[in-house]
């Protein structure tokens, strides 16, 4: 069985200092791993996905995440925070590809918060 | 430009009421997903489908129904069964179910029901 636990349901920041949103999964195969971004009232927006490839991903906006599987982790950051990237944050965990569940299972969400 | 669409953005509507939210891609993907968002509880699925003409309940299908007969869309059905309606839905298609393909989100519809 596949489970996503996001540590943090929101965090908050200074502008020009890092983020750090934290996300361990669980899985029973080879998962695909994914981080998903929602501003305000919008759909959700791919922000990077790793499928067993390079451990340390790289996606839009200056985000990279690194695949811990020694500690199930996911862990999406980024070095300088802007005002553009407060919103929801989703961890979404899926192992399909290797003989698991057909679905992805998503994590509860992070709410970042960006001060000036 | 290929995408998906959902419409409206808004929907209001009176207790008792069926109501159906639309959702239309053009990216010729198999697989297409009905989810709901309330505040802190992330995304919860409500239908999934794999193909034309076949769909699979998620975890939260009661007061709720969809066809799939056409590949470019899935429209999901709110009945008067559902004890709480309001809420934020969001349709989602990937390429195939499995295969650990990224989901493509519409930008969703807010519906409240009073």
């Known amino acids: 069985a596949q489970s996503v636990t996001q540590l943090d349901s929101h965090v908050s920041v200074s502008e020009g200092t890092p983020v750090l949103l934290r996300c361990n999964y669980s899985?029973?195969?080879?998962?695909?791993l994914f981080w998903y971004v929602q501003h305000p009232n919008k759909g959700l927006q791919l922000l990077l996905k790793?499928?067993?490839?390079?451990?340390l991903v790289k996606g839009i906006n200056g985000f990279e995440a690194e695949f811990k599987k020694s500690e199930t982790s996911f862990h999406l950051t980024k070095p300088s925070a802007h005002m553009s990237d407060a919103a929801e944050y989703f961890c979404?965990?899926?192992?399909?590809?290797?003989?698991?569940?057909?679905?992805?299972?998503f994590g509860r969400g992070t709410s970042l918060i960006v001060h000036p | 430009d290929g995408g998906i669409t959902q419409s409206p953005k808004y929907l209001f509507r009176k207790e008792g009421q069926n109501v159906t939210l639309s959702c239309e891609q053009n990216?010729?993907?198999?697989?297409m997903y009905w989810y709901r968002q309330d505040p802190g509880q992330g995304l919860r699925l409500i239908y999934y489908?794999?193909?034309?003409?076949?769909?699979q309940k998620g975890d939260i299908a009661e007061g709720y129904s969809v066809s799939r007969e056409k590949k470019e869309s899935f429209p999901l059905t709110v009945t008067s069964a559902q004890k709480n309606p309001t809420a934020f839905y969001l349709c989602?298609?990937?390429?195939?179910?499995?295969?650990?393909?990224?989901?493509?989100f519409g930008p969703g519809t807010r519906l409240t029901v009073t």
């Open positions: 989602a298609s990937s390429p195939r179910l499995a295969g650990g393909w990224e989901q493509y």
């Open positions: 899985s029973s195969y080879s998962p695909s």
């Open positions: 790793y499928t067993s490839a390079a451990t």
């Open positions: 979404v965990v899926f192992d399909g590809a290797s003989g698991g569940s057909y679905i992805p299972t």
């Open positions: 990216l010729n993907h198999d697989a």
């Open positions: 489908s794999q193909i034309v003409n076949d769909f």
